[in-house]
């Protein structure tokens, strides 16, 4: 499957946006998953959530603020983004799980090409 992640932005401190992810195919990966990543930090996780059922899991600077979802006729994922931060400032990718942690970047595979989210202040 091969995915497109898009909805990125430039927002204000306090403002909203969401992302999406279109699968090209047919999903078979339990999880999807959101991270992020700034230029030279190591990919963060954001969020990951439960294809069939719409089960999630947030990491800690999403907590709050952000709510991943599904929408199987569409074939796409979400990321609604809130009271955005300045340190929110990332280029967003999402990728389907593999095998290990739902956390570990390492346990995912396809990813897509990521959406620039720019917060200022």
């Known amino acids: 499957v091969q995915l497109q992640a898009s909805g990125g932005g430039s927002v204000q401190a306090g403002g909203s946006l969401r992302l999406s992810c279109a699968a090209s195919g047919r999903i078979f990966s339990t999880f999807l998953g959101w991270f992020r990543q700034v230029p030279g930090k190591e990919r963060e996780f954001v969020a990951a959530v439960r294809w069939s059922t719409g089960y999630q899991w947030y990491g800690d600077p999403a907590k709050g603020r952000f709510t991943i979802s599904t929408a199987q006729i569409r074939n796409t994922m979400y990321l609604q983004m809130n009271n955005l931060r300045p340190e929110d400032t990332a280029v967003y990718y999402c990728?389907?799980?593999?095998?290990?942690?739902?956390?570990?970047?390492?346990?995912?595979?396809?990813w897509g090409q990521g959406t620039q989210v720019t917060v200022s202040s």
């Open positions: 990728a389907t799980h593999n095998s290990g942690g739902l956390f570990d970047v390492t346990s995912y595979t396809s």
